[in-house]
């Protein structure tokens, strides 16, 4: 059985960094596209960034683009999501989550397992 557990969230001032982490527990990692949420209070899940089995394709929506990095640890069990030049508009909940496709996609409904995300909090 899967689980995701997200980490790394926090408070962090205007212009910061974090790391958040993905630990997938339960069963074998790699053969699964893993994707990156986020929703912030009264939003829509918004999809941030996907990274494909191997972690050889990632793509990234156009507001993070630049600022954030996605990669993983298959051997580890870990995904991660590298954050950079934090704004306040970035707080919001985090996810990471299972795709149950084989391709890059940023729709929430192609995914079938999520973690119970992990708060990020930018202050101005």
């Known amino acids: 059985q899967w689980q995701l557990v997200e980490s790394g969230g926090g408070l962090v001032e205007s212009g910061g960094s974090l790391r958040l982490t993905c630990e997938v527990s339960?069963?074998?990692?790699?053969?699964?596209?893993i994707g990156w949420f986020r929703q912030a209070p009264g939003g829509e899940r918004e999809g941030l960034s996907c990274?494909?089995?191997?972690?050889?394709?990632?793509r990234y929506a156009d507001s993070v683009k630049g600022r954030f990095t996605v990669s993983r640890d298959n051997a580890n069990n870990k995904m991660y999501l590298q954050m950079s030049s934090l704004n306040p508009e970035d707080t919001a909940v985090y996810y990471c989550a299972r795709a149950s496709v084989m391709f890059l996609t940023s729709r929430s409904d192609l995914y079938d397992q999520w973690g119970q995300g992990t708060q990020v909090t930018v202050s101005s």
């Open positions: 339960g069963v074998i990692l790699p053969k699964h596209y």
């Open positions: 990274i494909s089995n191997t972690g050889g394709s990632t």
